[in-house]
């Protein structure tokens, strides 16, 4: 591309014309291009005949070894399948006009007069009327025969013969043939293929091309102007965008970082993200056998110390005197707090509704199970291995998990964004890490909800084995522990998971937020437990405990899924914020976030 006008001291050109290569004639001196002789074809041309120097003519050639200036077009290359198509076309157009007769010949006996060939031409052409009329009766005399020539092979094939012939043009110009209005596919997904490939591969390099050719002259205008062309904007290219960006999210998804995502997609995005050269997971994922977060030497953290006797010594120095305040006997459930059992009252139904389906399911696996023929006539040789094979505590350990895991995260978000809400906070983020060490936490919880109904599973079906039952009677106790699970122990369940998700979410915001302090609160009904009270009037008289410290239970806030399960089974207390001289409790008067509203903001993308 001689585009050395654009070095020229202010030139700046007057006008752009594209004109006919053909038109252009080179002149050489000394092996160096001197100028380009333009011949005009009179008033119809452009501009008239004129030689012009090199840098007043902007050429774009392909390599050509045998024409150095000129290059090789790829008209030169595509004119003989061109001209072949020319031919077929006319053979096709002679064709269609002569009714697809390819003509005849005359044959007779003796050799025929000046007179007679001109009397048999005339009756021959009076034969003929014109196309799509049918031809007339001919009568020959004189002994002459018609012979009609056949069409050779190659004749017949001449339609695809046109079609290789523009498959053939196509390829020159790196047009695909569906840009034509060509298609031997069905497929629409070929043809778009087709079409951004033109575009990527053909118009892209193309434009690129024009776009260095034309940009001294641009410049020569002014030097903060850029041209180009704009091909992203195309529908075409917008839609192949989206498919890499869509790509780059399930690359960045496993921990790609987002500059090689956006050099290996080509997004084009900056170099200055704040998050470039850093990797990032789903919070759900963890090393395969990984329960929770462990310590350098293998073995799970804890937060609670491992001296029964401190944390016992701390609970009755809290309880001290009180016990006639909170009444006597041994109590299992927490008095719910009728505000607070509210604000979670839609993630505990809906994670009932999900493990009675689990219930259900698991139910109908036994039974299969149980009723195999090959397990019928097993089982009374076998008892104990045999009903070991009804229950695959592993798989089914996975599934319940599965089934849990999402909604506990959900849980983790509540939690702290109602706590957030309380202090006038916003833009809670539950960080990855807490995340995969509660849900580490939670697995052998989990996992004891199914070996609690495997437990009560293996005891009815030793006992009917024993008794003679039938199978069908045997089917019967299977229903009856299901039954139980889905009436009775989902709830619990519910329940229970529920808070600890939610307090423990409660909890990691007030962490987030550095709150210094932390509080305790519950009712004194009849069913609250003992430990729990004594947390809560702890918290009134001391306002509050320091956030990092435990509760005298050994705790570290209601439904801390560390303690023990008497602490935390059916558990309905929650921990707030104190913040300042009074107790964020007394204003905990103040309606809470509750789960549907949370639902509604975050499904609306906003905080």
């Not at 149980?370 to 040789?381: D, H």
């Not at 076998?382 to 319940?400: C, G, M, P, V």
């Not at 423990?504 to 305790?520: C, D, I, L, N, P």
Request: net charge negative.
């Amino acid at each position: 591309m001689p585009l050395d006008g654009a070095l020229r001291p202010n030139f700046k050109p007057a006008m752009l014309a594209v004109l006919a290569p053909d038109s252009f004639r080179e002149i050489v001196r000394a092996n160096l291009l001197t100028a380009w002789r333009y011949t005009g074809s009179g008033q119809q041309s452009p501009a008239p005949t004129m030689d012009l120097l090199p840098e007043e003519v902007i050429t774009d050639r392909l390599a050509n070894p045998y024409d150095f200036w000129r290059g090789m077009s790829p008209l030169t290359v595509a004119r003989l399948a061109a001209s072949s198509d020319y031919a077929s076309a006319m053979f096709e157009k002679g064709l269609m006009t002569n009714n697809a007769d390819t003509g005849v010949i005359v044959t007779t006996d003796q050799q025929a007069d000046e007179p007679q060939r001109e009397a048999i031409l005339a009756a021959l052409r009076a034969r003929k009327r014109k196309a799509g009329t049918a031809d007339r009766p001919l009568f020959l005399w004189g002994g002459a025969k018609l012979e009609k020539p056949t069409i050779s092979s190659a004749d017949l094939q001449f339609l695809e013969n046109r079609k290789f012939k523009r498959q053939e043009i196509c390829a020159v110009f790196k047009v695909p043939q569906e840009i034509l209005g060509f298609t031997e596919d069905a497929n629409r997904s070929v043809s778009e293929s087709a079409r951004l490939n033109w575009i990527e591969n053909s118009v892209s390099p193309l434009c690129e091309r024009i776009e260095a050719a034309l940009d001294p002259f641009i410049k020569a205008q002014d030097p903060a102007l850029w041209g180009w062309f704009d091909i992203e904007a195309l529908p075409i290219m917008q839609a192949a965008r989206r498919e890499r960006y869509a790509g780059a999210v399930q690359a960045f998804g496993i921990g790609v970082p987002i500059d090689d995502c956006s050099e290996i997609f080509d997004l084009g995005l900056p170099d200055d993200l704040p998050h470039a050269g850093k990797s990032y997971l789903p919070f759900s994922l963890q090393e395969v056998g990984a329960e929770g977060m462990e310590g350098t030497d293998g073995t799970e953290t804890t937060e609670e110390p491992a001296d029964g006797f401190a944390r016992a010594g701390r609970l009755l120095a809290a309880i001290g005197n009180r016990q006639s305040a909170i009444g006597n006997g041994e109590t299992h459930i927490c008095a719910p707090n009728p505000e607070y059992e509210a604000s979670i009252a839609g993630s505990v139904k809906g994670k009932a509704g999900a493990l009675r389906k689990f219930f259900f399911e698991q139910r109908g696996r036994v039974l299969a199970k149980l009723n195999a023929e090959t397990l019928k006539s097993e089982m009374l040789k076998s008892e104990q291995r045999t009903l070991d094979d009804l229950f695959d505590k592993a798989k089914e350990n996975e599934a319940l998990m599965a089934r849990l895991r999402s909604r506990l995260i959900a849980d983790l978000e509540f939690g702290g964004a109602q706590l957030f809400k309380e202090i006038g906070a916003v833009d809670f983020n539950l960080p990855p890490h807490d995340a995969l060490n509660f849900l580490g936490k939670r697995h052998k919880p989990i996992a004891d909800i199914n070996n609690t109904t495997w437990d009560r599973l293996k005891a009815g079906l030793q006992t009917g084995i024993t008794a003679g039952e039938t199978f069908e009677q045997l089917s019967d106790r299977v229903k009856a522990v299901y039954t139980d699970a889905s009436q009775q122990r989902a709830d619990t369940i519910a329940f229970t998971e529920t808070n600890i998700a939610v307090n423990s979410g409660r909890h990691t915001a007030m962490v987030q937020a550095k709150v210094e302090r932390k509080g305790w609160q519950t009712s004194h009904l009849e069913g609250t437990r003992v430990s729990h009270i004594a947390n809560e009037q702890l918290s009134k008289e001391n306002n509050g405990i320091p956030t990092a410290e435990l509760w005298p239970n050994g705790l570290m806030y209601p439904g801390d899924p560390s303690g023990e399960p008497g602490e935390t089974i059916n558990c309905r207390c929650f921990g707030f914020a104190v913040l300042g001289e009074k107790q964020k409790a007394e204003s905990g008067k103040q309606k809470l976030l509750g789960w549907e509203e949370w639902l509604a903001v975050r499904e609306g993308g906003t905080q």
